[in-house]
């Protein structure tokens, strides 16, 4: 029953180091999704993929980077955080496109000083 | 982008009233979906609906795609406590992007 798998699920930063946030489906979905939540609004897309050895920008990617190398696996970076960056991180996947609906992990609580 | 305006931000009632809340959208979107997200979980897929007038029903949960595309709500009836939660609207716009609402925050009181 495991679904879309996050990994860390908290994280504390300093301002200007690095991570890597991990997203696992074992679903066999296509597309993966990275968002990030802040208080009062909505999920903002970062980054996508279509599949494997494909990446898209989506609304808000400046300051993150990612990787699909694995159909399985979607990989968020951060290479130089930023306190602006103090966020909730979900990662999603789906089956396909044409209206399927995506699936989302529990979420990455990370908080930059 | 797509802006998309989800209302009320939050409700505060009491158990066993219906609820209701919709969103509205800027332009015409081809899916709405209704998520209803816990704390320290992820949003989890109420309600999907992907054709201009459909109205569907998730056990007390009943959500309607606008005629116009541009619009979609959700009704709650006879509410429970764990119906307690952020409900987010969204819409999809081209194959893969969704474009999220702000969110209802529903509280409960029994």
């Known amino acids: 029953n495991a679904g879309v798998t996050q990994t860390p699920k908290f994280r504390v930063l300093k301002t200007g180091q690095s991570m890597t946030l991990l997203c696992a489906q074992d679903?066999?979905?296509?597309?993966m999704y990275w968002y990030r939540q802040d208080p009062g609004m909505g999920l903002r897309l970062i980054h996508y993929?279509?599949?494997?050895?494909?990446?898209a920008k989506g609304e808000v990617p400046d300051g993150y980077n990612v990787s699909r190398l694995k159909k399985q696996n979607f990989l968020l970076g951060l290479e130089s955080a930023a306190p602006s960056q103090t966020s909730v991180y979900f990662c999603?996947?789906?089956?396909?496109?044409?209206?399927?609906?995506?699936?989302f992990g529990d979420g990455t609580r990370l908080s930059i000083l | 982008g797509q802006q998309l305006n989800q209302s009320p931000q939050s409700m505060f009632i009491q158990e066993g009233e219906d609820v209701s809340m919709n969103c509205t959208s800027s332009s015409i979107f081809n899916t709405w979906l209704w998520y209803k997200q816990e704390p320290g979980e992820g949003p989890v897929l109420l309600i999907a609906?992907?054709?201009?007038?459909e109205l569907t029903s998730n056990g007390r949960l009943t959500a309607q795609f606008g005629i116009t595309r541009k619009d979609s709500f959700l009704n709650i009836s006879a509410s429970i406590p764990s119906d307690v939660g952020i409900y987010f609207c969204?819409?999809?716009?081209?194959?893969?992007?969704?474009?999220f609402g702000q969110g209802t925050r529903l509280t409960i009181n029994p």
């Open positions: 609906l992907y054709k201009a007038g």
């Open positions: 969204a819409g999809r716009e081209g194959a893969q992007k969704l474009v």
């Open positions: 999603a996947s789906s089956l396909s496109s044409g209206g399927q609906p995506q699936h």
């Open positions: 679903m066999n979905h296509e597309y």
């Open positions: 993929s279509v599949g494997e050895g494909t990446t």
